[in-house]
């Protein structure tokens, strides 16, 4: 809990990995120096070398299995919440771009904000656009899958 906001949950653990990166830049510097204060061959330097570096993996190695299995473990999408997201979203303009220009689908994307409505929604109200091409272009299945997949179908 938080000292001054009952029953707020600070998140410790992402705070811990931002102060593990801190420290790593300033090893990070240290080791920068100590490298450019070596003479030719002979770098008396080493030893604190090694030490930053290494300790470095230790610290890093430590924070990544604290952020996994506090945080990351056990994390799921809202199926219902990302579709709401997804379909609320301007970005589907951008893939009607090479269809219908950058113009028009910057005026679709921004009715889309003015409306409220859905981007398949301000798409069907357009006459002029085939339904081909707005299931194609506003299919999320058809937006995310890789090339290849894309090339293969």
């Known amino acids: 809990g938080s000292s001054i906001m009952p029953g707020k949950v600070n998140p410790v653990v992402p705070e811990v990995v931002n102060q593990v ?3 790593i830049i300033g090893y990070d510097l240290t080791i920068t120096l100590a490298s450019e204060a070596g003479q030719l061959q002979l770098n008396v330097m080493e030893p604190v070398i090694a030490y930053n570096i290494l300790h470095s993996l230790e610290l890093l190695t430590n924070a990544v299995d604290v952020l996994r299995t506090k945080c990351v473990v ?3 999408a809202n199926a219902e919440t990302c579709r709401k997201h997804l379909e609320a979203s301007t970005a589907v303009a951008t893939a009607l771009t090479p269809a219908i220009g950058y113009e028009r689908a910057a005026e679709l994307a921004k009715e ?3 409306s409220g409505k859905t981007i398949r929604e301000v798409l069907a109200e357009q006459p002029d656009l085939s339904e081909d091409l707005i299931a ?3 299919d999320p299945h058809h937006l ?3 090339t290849r997949s894309r090339l293969a179908s």
């Open 21 to 23: 990166a801190f420290q």
């Open 136 to 138: 194609q272009t506003a």
């Open 112 to 114: 889309v904000l003015a």
């Open 74 to 76: 056990g994390i799921t």
């Open 144 to 146: 995310t899958r890789s």
